[in-house]
């Protein structure tokens, strides 16, 4: 397999900017979906810059996206990741909380089900979010209430929306019950939904107990597909 470039310029020092198109030129044992894939991941911004910014994924940026526009994340905040690998967003978490300086107030636990590598600020646990014991363990790790639950959590899809949108949503009713467990007054939780986002039971549990909920769809998420994300705001408690 090769790949060429064509187009004129360069890419500019911001994710957003547009670059050279990279175009696979030969790739005769892959499958068209894993051409089309491998074309996107060479000609996305958000990509090169994860690698020259050091992030360990391009959905980094989803989460520096959201909290540009929403102002969350802050020094000396208690910060659970639901879902973290490969750590893109604890990346991130610990960066604006500044959890990483010495001195810090700042708690950054973060979970996955996949094993993720250490980052410096933030205590990460291998383990099933949904396994019974989770909850109980992340609340005895963090050791204070939360400030902000983040969850990017997502199911294996199967390309049918009805059944991937049952699937995520209820990882994120499991998220939220969570939340508003150890949520300190005006906390804030974040979760991905898929495209319609949060409802039912879901959506009216987050009105009644923050002050505000919105969804939102960061730059950096692909205008193909089919997440966005819920913010709700100013946690007052059930």
């Known amino acids: 397999m090769t790949a060429k470039r064509r187009g004129g310029g360069h890419a500019g020092g911001d994710a957003g900017a547009r670059g050279l198109t990279v175009k696979v030129k030969k790739a005769k044992k892959l499958k068209p979906s894993s051409v089309r894939w491998l074309q996107r991941q060479l000609n996305d911004p958000f990509v090169e810059?994860?690698?020259?910014?050091?992030?360990?994924?391009?959905?980094?940026?989803?989460?520096?996206?959201?909290?540009?526009?929403?102002?969350?994340?802050?020094?000396?905040?208690?910060?659970?990741?639901?879902?973290?690998?490969?750590?893109?967003?604890t990346q991130v978490a610990v960066q604006r909380t500044k959890a990483d300086r010495p001195g810090s107030k700042s708690k950054i636990v973060a979970i996955d089900i996949q094993e993720v590598d250490p980052i410096p600020g933030a205590e990460i646990l291998h383990l099933d979010f949904m396994a019974d014991e989770a909850p109980a363990i992340l609340r005895?790790?963090?050791g204070r209430p939360a400030d902000v639950v983040l969850s990017d959590m997502a199911p294996f899809t199967i390309g049918h929306a009805n059944t991937d949108h049952l699937r995520i949503m209820a990882l994120v009713e499991a998220a939220l019950d969570f939340a508003v467990q150890v949520l300190a007054p005006d906390g804030v939780f974040v979760a991905k939904v898929f495209q319609g986002g949060a409802e039912g039971d879901a959506l009216n549990l987050m009105k009644r107990a923050f002050k505000s909920v919105r969804h939102a769809k960061p730059p950096a998420s692909r205008s193909d597909s089919a997440e966005m994300f819920v913010v709700a705001t100013g946690f007052r408690g059930l």
Do not use: N
């Open 140 to 142: 005895e790790k963090l």
């Open 49 to 89: 810059a994860a690698q020259k910014e050091g992030y360990r994924s391009r959905a980094a940026y989803k989460l520096t996206g959201l909290d540009d526009r929403f102002h969350f994340l802050k020094p000396g905040q208690a910060v659970i990741d639901l879902g973290a690998a490969p750590g893109g967003w």
